[in-house]
T-cell receptor, first 117, second 115 residues
Framework: KQEVTQIPAALSVPEGENLVLNCSFT??????LQWFRQDPGKGLTSLLL?????REQTSGRLNASLDKSSGRSTLYIAASQPGDSATYLC????????????????FGKGTLLTVNP | ETGVTQTPRHLVMGMTNKKSLKCEQH?????MYWYKQSAKKPLELMFV???????ENNSVPSRFSPECPNSSHLFLHLHTLQPEDSALYLC??????????????FGQGTRLTVV
């Protein structure tokens, strides 16, 4: 059964600092990995999607890397801002337990990021 | 705005009530999903529909009944719920499933409280 772990569970940094969020998964047979942002009580916003054949993706101040063989991904946020404060979720897509055509996303519990002005 | 709209945003219901959650996507996607998000737990996949056909039922109790009349609309019918069913229910859609074109777009969620 796929399990996704995110470390740390919470992180507090001063504005302007560069930071790294970590995600690990137990089954490397994934199709892709996706990073999301969730504001309190709201839905999820997709940040970056990395296909299993890719090593990294970049969007603005965000850079996500994927090492499929070791089951790890990192989300790098450059020059953090108070508006970056949110919970960041990592999810991997694989075939789930039933195989066949039943693909599913498995999520981690997230990292709660607070960027202090 | 992600293109996935959920209504209502908040719902309080008694254990004997029957209610429905609605999800609508305007992205032309073929796959739609229901997730449950409880405090201190990862998002849990409940149901997957691909081209209106249910392809995943993740051992969800029968008091939750999904309906997908077309690729743009997804409902979750609720009846005789328990207080532990209180959670944020999230709908998502993607172009397809399995690898390419599977970037998931989420709605804002329905905060459900069962009293």
């Amino acid at each position: 059964k796929q399990e996704v772990t995110q470390i740390p569970a919470a992180l507090s940094v001063p504005e302007g600092e560069n930071l790294v969020l970590n995600c690990s998964f137990t089954d490397s047979a994934i199709y892709n990995l996706q990073w999301f942002r969730q504001d309190p009580g709201k839905g999820l916003t997709s940040l970056l999607l990395i296909q299993s054949s890719q090593r990294e993706q970049t969007s603005g101040r965000l850079n996500a890397s994927l090492d499929k063989s070791s089951g790890r991904s990192t989300l790098y946020i450059a020059a953090s801002q108070p508006g970056d404060s949110a919970t960041y979720l990592c999810a991997v897509e694989d075939r789930g337990n039933s195989g066949g055509s039943n693909y599913k996303l498995t999520f981690g519990k997230g990292t709660l990021l607070t960027v202090n002005p | 705005e992600t293109g996935v709209t959920q209504t209502p945003r908040h719902l309080v219901m008694g254990m004997t009530n029957k209610k429905s959650l609605k999800c609508e996507q305007h992205l032309g996607h073929n796959a739609m999903y229901w997730y449950k998000q409880s405090a201190k737990k990862p998002l849990e996949l409940m149901f997957v529909y691909n081209f209106k056909e249910q392809t995943e039922n993740n051992s969800v109790p029968s008091r939750f009944s999904p309906e997908c009349p077309n690729s743009s609309h997804l409902f979750l019918h609720l009846h005789t719920l328990q207080p532990e069913d209180s959670a944020l229910y999230l709908c998502a859609s993607s172009q397809g499933t399995g690898g390419l074109n599977t970037e998931a777009f989420f709605g804002q969620g329905t905060r459900l409280t069962v009293v």
